[in-house]
């Protein structure tokens, strides 16, 4: 976390805090301080990243390259599968390049979620991190730290998060874990060098998310 976001004057808290009043206001407040969560929207939606990687898995079977794959099929790069199965398929040459392009595509897709990730977290501020704590149904902080030591009990995947999806938090890091591994939703270890990368991540396997 930059010195800039860390030093933050006390008016810049008065006036964080103030911006957050309207929507924070609609919200009830429990004993415990907590964010009532039953005004909360919780629309039946998922992330991108998992959107690509289903789309993964469906070409895998409509185009039946399960045997030509090593270990698990969603680390594994298709464009070498693709061109080892078309030695057995035989697909005419128009339909094996219209398929290449289209794992090319979904690949920068993945890519594209993946430093949009980077960005929001390396570029997240004070007003960021209050908008997702009143997201997650906590009262917003005047504070960086206050901030990153409310984040260190919220457990969410990144992808998620990036798309203010606060229904997708799990209670415990063990159901993390299961999500994150299940649906292969992992963000690159060599990428999570900012503080606050490291902060809404959780390690999984020797991975972060």
Sequence with gaps: MSNRNSNISSS????TINNLTTQFASLSVTSQGMVSTSQLPRPNRTS??????NKI???????????????NY?????????????????????????RK????????????QIQEATI???NANLDQYNEWLIG??????????QANKAFKNIFINIYDLKEKLYHKKFDNLYQLRNY??????????????????????????????
């Excluded at 898995?57 to 270990?71: D, V």
């Excluded at 969603?74 to 219209?98: C, G, K, M, Y």
């Design 12 to 15: 810049d808290h008065a006036s």
């Design 180 to 209: 994150t591994i299940r649906n292969k939703l992992y963000y690159p270890l060599g990428q999570a060098k900012c503080e606050a990368i490291k902060i809404v991540l959780k390690h999984i396997r020797g991975n972060v998310q």
């Design 74 to 98: 969603r680390n594994s790069n298709l464009l070498p599968v693709i061109e080892i199965a078309q030695e057995t398929f035989h697909w005419p040459d128009h339909i094996f390049q219209q």
């Design 136 to 145: 997650f149904g906590r009262a917003p902080v005047p504070s960086l730290n």
């Design 101 to 112: 392009q289209i794992v090319i595509n979904l690949y920068d897709r993945r890519e594209q």
């Design 48 to 53: 991108e990243m998992k959107r690509i990687n």
């Design 57 to 71: 898995l469906q070409l895998i079977k409509r185009w039946k390259l399960r045997p030509f794959l090593r270990g």
């Design 120 to 122: 929001l977290l390396e």
